[in-house]
């Protein structure tokens, strides 16, 4: 069965289960406009029904129009043919398919925080969405790259018995980690352990947060811990 569009006048062939699933109404694939096929509908082509009309003589005038379609030829013209269902625009079907993609990549972005948030260029986007949206988010640790860049004793000046420590750390690791608990030990000249104190971030980083430690920046630290004694000989630190 054939039918007309009543804008362009562009035919289309159809059939009646795609008129039923339609409710009739057809979306023309020339001019876009949204007509109701039923009115049009008939079994031959307009231009076969006009020649009718016309008679044969009519007809000859008319001889570069081409015959009757056959059941298994194709219509060459439109070269596409839209059959939305009514009330359904090309728009809203765009925008639904562009909605399931972002929330397609919303949801892979959500799977990966973990892995960027150990990258140096979207850690710190990623911690701020996170912190944002109440997602939790595993921080990555690497005792390994925390350097010691250097390291003083001597004896505090207004406290006796009291030994300054003042020394340098650095992360060198490509993402920023929790500042680690630091661990300082005296040993005597067997390599005994005489005295041990831990610090946790909280006693060496001034006004600490639970902020990270960035990357490539040295950190410098004061501590202060009990005088062991002539025994101890040297001290050692030791990342935790």
Same mark, same amino acid.
């Given at each position: 069965?054939?039918?007309?569009? /009543?804008?362009?006048?562009?035919? +289309?062939?159809?059939?009646?289960?795609?008129?039923?699933?339609?409710?009739?109404?057809?979306?023309?694939?020339?001019?876009?406009?949204?007509?109701?096929?039923?009115?049009?509908?008939?079994?031959?082509?307009?231009?076969?029904?006009?020649?009718?009309?016309?008679?044969?003589?009519?007809?000859?005038?008319?001889?570069? %129009?081409?015959?009757? $379609?056959?059941?298994?030829?194709?219509?060459?013209?439109?070269?596409?043919?839209?059959?939305?269902?009514?009330?359904?625009?090309?728009?809203?079907?765009?925008?639904?398919?562009?909605? $399931?993609?972002?929330?397609?990549? $919303?949801?892979?972005?959500?799977?990966?925080?973990?892995?960027?948030?150990?990258?140096?260029?979207?850690?710190?986007?990623?911690?701020?969405?996170?912190?944002?949206?109440?997602?939790?988010?595993?921080?990555?640790?690497?005792?390994?790259?925390?350097?010691?860049?250097?390291?003083? %004793?001597?004896?505090?000046? /207004?406290?006796?018995?009291?030994?300054?420590?003042?020394?340098?750390?650095?992360?060198?690791?490509?993402?920023?980690?929790?500042?680690? $608990?630091?661990?300082?030990? +005296?040993?005597?000249?067997?390599?005994?352990?005489?005295?041990?104190?831990?610090?946790?971030?909280?006693?060496? %980083?001034? /006004? +600490?947060?639970?902020?990270?430690?960035?990357?490539?920046?040295?950190?410098?630290?004061?501590?202060?811990?009990?005088?062991?004694?002539?025994?101890?000989?040297?001290?050692?630190?030791?990342?935790?």
């Amino acid at each position: 069965m054939y039918t007309q569009c /009543n804008h362009c006048n562009a035919i +289309f062939r159809v059939t009646m289960k795609e008129l039923t699933a339609a409710q009739g109404l057809l979306r023309c694939g020339e001019c876009d406009n949204i007509f109701d096929a039923m009115k049009s509908l008939s079994q031959t082509l307009p231009e076969e029904r006009r020649f009718a009309k016309l008679g044969t003589a009519a007809a000859a005038d008319f001889a570069d %129009i081409p015959p009757p $379609l056959l059941p298994n030829q194709a219509v060459s013209r439109p070269r596409r043919q839209w059959l939305w269902p009514h009330g359904i625009s090309r728009f809203w079907l765009q925008a639904i398919l562009g909605i $399931l993609a972002l929330l397609l990549l $919303l949801q892979v972005l959500y799977s990966s925080r973990h892995w960027l948030a150990q990258q140096s260029l979207t850690a710190t986007l990623t911690r701020q969405v996170c912190d944002l949206i109440g997602c939790n988010l595993t921080q990555p640790r690497d005792i390994g790259k925390i350097n010691l860049l250097s390291r003083n %004793i001597y004896s505090h000046p /207004n406290t006796p018995k009291v030994l300054t420590i003042s020394a340098s750390i650095q992360n060198d690791a490509t993402f920023p980690q929790p500042y680690p $608990l630091i661990e300082i030990s +005296f040993l005597d000249k067997n390599n005994k352990v005489m005295a041990l104190r831990r610090f946790p971030p909280e006693e060496y %980083i001034p /006004n +600490f947060t639970g902020q990270l430690m960035p990357i490539g920046t040295p950190d410098e630290l004061l501590l202060n811990i009990t005088d062991p004694g002539e025994v101890a000989v040297r001290f050692q630190f030791r990342f935790m």
